[in-house]
Nanobody, 119 residues
């Protein structure tokens, strides 16, 4: 069973940094092909922020390129999102998700962590 739990959210002033963590049940990031960070701001649709694949390939939304970095520690079963130069527009609930764990399997989601950036 895949379990994901985010942490590291909080309140920060614009220009500051936060590092989000997503702790997973054992071997998740080894057996699931893709791990992602999403976010959802109040009144808006959920937005894909960043992706990391098993081969190490990473992708970022244009709005966070150069400011956010996704990484994972397969030994510790933790997915990270380092967020620098935060902007008020980054305020949202951030979710981690994994997919490609089994053929035609579901996307698994964490419960989210709130990030609030004030001016």
């Amino acid at each position: 069973q895949v379990q994901l739990q985010e942490s590291g959210g909080g309140s920060v002033q614009a220009g500051g940094s936060l590092k989000l963590s997503c702790a997973a049940s054992e071997y998740v990031f080894r057996r699931c092909r893709i791990a992602r960070w999403y976010r959802q701001a109040p009144g808006k649709d959920r937005e894909l922020v960043s992706t990391i694949k098993n081969d190490g390939t990473t992708n970022y939304a244009d709005s966070v390129k150069g400011r956010f970095t996704i990484s994972q520690d397969n030994m510790k079963n933790i997915l990270y999102l380092q967020m620098n130069s935060l902007e008020t527009e980054d305020t949202a609930v951030y979710y981690c998700a994994v997919e490609g764990c089994i053929t035609d399997g579901p996307i698994y989601w964490g419960q989210g962590t709130q990030v609030t950036v004030s001016s």
